[in-house]
Nanobody, 124 residues
């Protein structure tokens, strides 16, 4: 069974870059027709898809966040990463990594497996 675990700082200062890592176990990020995705949920709001990287290394981003988003992977460590630049308090959210069947991700039903989530707060 695939397991995903998010890691990264819980507090980021405004204008800085948010960096998160998702470590995957129980399955390779280079096999299968899956997307390896980042999703967030701001307080009191619904899920927001940030972007994904596919098994073949092609990355996709939400149009609203594309200019600030970079998603990459390290196949030797079986992990993928998110960098979100120029953050503001509006980027405060619980960030999830997930294996998804399709994108963009709008519902939990699209998530085949997902991590427990990590709270990221943007504040000075």
């Amino acid at each position: 069974q695939v397991q995903l675990q998010e890691s990264g700082p819980g507090l980021v200062q405004p204008s800085q870059t948010l960096s998160l890592t998702c470590t995957v176990s129980g399955g390779s990020i280079t096999t299968g027709l899956y997307y390896w995705s980042w999703i967030r949920q701001p307080p009191g709001k619904g899920l927001e898809w940030i972007g994904s990287i596919r098994y073949n290394g092609i990355a996709y981003s939400s149009p609203s966040l594309k200019s600030r988003t970079s998603i990459s992977r390290d196949t030797t460590k079986n992990l993928f990463t998110l960098q979100l630049s120029s953050v503001t308090p509006e980027d405060t959210a619980v960030y999830y990594c997930a294996r998804t069947i399709t994108i963009p991700v709008t519902t939990r039903g699209q998530m085949d497996s997902w991590g427990q989530g990590t709270q990221v707060t943007v504040s000075s």
